[in-house]
């Protein structure tokens, strides 16, 4: 009897090692973060795994809300769609002028810029006036460039998307964080929306004097962020809004964030979502002491010896000895 169980035994071992032996050739599956542990403040927000569209966080993403500036990027894809000549010199006129929230621009009416220059500043430094010339200089106008805009909305399968104007000033462009996630992955194709929109600053010359216009998304300067996509958008009906493509935690991510009241609160969001992807990737760095927290350690440690009874000069001499 003691023989038989010996062998059943061994034969159990030999089936634990094999088993054992498989797992460890396996490659470690990275399993995706949960979403409850992941508090954000925007109103609606999606976290999207780029290259499979799975969807890692969701907050009321079928929500129909103001996209503001994030329009931007469905101006852009039309206008390069469009094949136009890109050297082509567009002139910003009074039709341009904000007639509608009275915001400010610094091209003037009579400023002169190529196609090229102003589809930068209108993806980079969110310029109404720019994003109203390509929209009027389209073939068929204005009301031909929304209407391919809802077009190319439709081709996209963005269902709950509308446009009223290449700027996003009008709180009628209107879409959800799901349809704002295929969006950002369709525009992630285009060479030149991946640069004008990450570009931390860009000048040009009106009226002969050089002017430097910058990134609305502070983050694209960061070191810290390897952004491949970037659009910010504003407007009071919309709160402040952010659309991203970033490589995080070792993979492609698409970021949406819609609705967010305080004029922080998308960019703590964003370094939330880096934080929680992460912290379950398990590739975030522990954090280092500042030199404040490290004095007072010190400064502890010194009063917790004298405490003792333990000379702290004593002590340091023996530190050093050894």
């Known amino acids: 009897m003691a023989f038989l169980w010996s062998r059943i035994l061994l034969k159990l071992a030999a089936v634990a090692c094999t088993v054992m032996g498989t797992l460890v050739m396996q490659p470690a599956m990275a399993a995706d973060p949960s979403p409850s542990r992941l508090a954000l403040k925007s109103s609606a927000a999606l976290v999207l795994d780029e290259e499979t569209g799975h969807v ?8 129909v809300l103001p996209i503001a500036s994030i329009t931007k990027l469905m101006t852009a894809m039309v206008v390069l769609d469009a094949n136009l000549d890109l050297n082509e010199s567009l002139q910003v006129t009074n039709e341009d002028l904000d007639t509608l929230k009275g ?7 009579g400023t002169l810029l190529t196609r090229e220059e102003m589809l930068r500043l209108a993806l980079m430094a969110s310029e109404n006036r720019a994003a109203s010339a390509l929209g009027r200089n389209y073939p068929g ?6 209407a391919a805009m809802n077009l190319k909305a439709r081709m996209l399968g963005l269902q709950g998307t509308r446009y009223a104007d290449p700027t996003g000033l009008s709180s009628t462009n209107v879409s959800t964080a799901e349809d704002l996630g ?8 285009y060479d030149r929306i991946r640069e004008f929109t990450t570009t931390s600053g860009f000048q040009v010359n009106i009226g002969g004097r050089p002017a430097a216009f910058h990134n609305t998304n502070r983050l694209v300067a960061s070191s810290g962020w390897d952004i491949g ?20 935690a070792g993979r492609g991510v698409v970021i949406v964030l819609l609705d967010s ?3 922080y609160t998308r960019i703590a969001d964003a370094a939330r979502i880096r934080k929680w992807l992460e912290v379950a990737d398990g590739s975030e760095m522990p954090r280092q002491p500042s030199a404040r927290s490290a004095s ?10 004298a405490q003792s009874g333990t000379p702290v000069a004593a002590t340091a001499r023996r530190a050093r000895a050894s």
């Open 56 to 63: 890692l966080y969701g907050k009321n993403t079928e929500s």
């Open 103 to 109: 915001t400010h621009s610094r091209l003037r009416v």
């Open 141 to 146: 106008g204005l009301e031909a460039f929304v």
């Open 182 to 189: 295929k969006l950002v992955r369709a525009a992630h194709r």
């Open 229 to 248: 996509l970037s659009k910010t958008g504003f407007i009071n009906e919309a709160g402040r809004c952010l659309v991203m493509q970033a490589h995080l």
């Open 261 to 263: 009241w305080g004029k």
């Open 296 to 305: 007072k350690s010190r400064k502890a440690s010194a009063r917790a010896r």
